[in-house]
């Protein structure tokens, strides 16, 4: 072998030894790109799951929050429901008394008075406010139940002829609707 081809063997090793470094430099870069855009799909992937849990907590929050204040408002509706049944009796008892003559039953209606007026004080203070239409007023389904229905001359259909009960409101729910009678058209 001629000094020249010696030459150009080794050139041909060198260029041959840059190749193969280059080919592995460019595949490791492949590797390395792979690895990174693999690594960021997967934090994508976290973050996304990340947005959804802090998005769910905040509506279980809110949830929460609103089923506290839905308990505090209307928990105790079915104990004020029953205590209009002793509204109605007070309200009666205060009716037949004013009836009665006498100083006895002054003192006595006296207190059944008082016990009154801190029961209203209690069902407002509480959010229970009473539905007290008047003879005259429209019927209003939403707020009265009808009890009965009578031709009632001077008056249009629909119209309130008589309050047997008033009802009540506990904040923005129909606690009891107000038992009225109703004209129908006079014959």
């Known amino acids: 072998m001629t000094k020249k081809d010696s030459l150009d063997d080794f050139l041909d090793d060198v260029e041959e030894a840059a190749a193969e470094?280059?080919?592995e430099e460019v595949a490791e870069i492949t590797d390395e790109a792979a690895e990174i855009?693999?690594?960021r799909a997967e934090r994508d992937a976290l973050q996304d799951k990340f947005?959804?849990?802090?998005?769910?907590?905040e509506n279980a929050r809110k949830r929460s929050e609103r089923d506290r204040k839905e308990a505090e408002n209307y928990g105790g509706s079915k104990l004020a429901?029953?205590?209009?049944?002793?509204?109605?009796?007070m309200k009666r008892a205060l009716q037949a008394a004013s009836d009665a003559e006498g100083d006895a039953a002054a003192?006595?209606?006296?207190?059944v008075e008082l016990t009154m007026r801190e029961l209203?004080?209690?069902f407002s203070k509480h959010g229970i406010e009473p539905i007290a239409?008047?003879?005259g007023d429209k019927f209003d389904p939403q707020h009265h139940q009808a009890m009965f229905e009578a031709p009632v001359p001077g008056t249009k259909a629909g119209d309130i002829i008589q309050v047997a009960a008033e009802?009540?409101?506990l904040y923005d729910r129909l606690l009891r609707p107000a038992q009225v009678g109703v004209s129908s058209t006079p014959g």
């Open 21 to 23: 470094e280059l080919a």
């Open 37 to 39: 855009d693999s690594l």
């Open 51 to 57: 947005m959804r849990a802090l998005a769910d907590a």
């Open 81 to 89: 429901r029953d205590l209009l049944s002793v509204y109605d009796n």
């Open 107 to 111: 003192a006595l209606m006296e207190g």
């Open 120 to 122: 209203i004080k209690t």
């Open 133 to 135: 239409p008047e003879v």
């Open 167 to 169: 009802g009540f409101m």
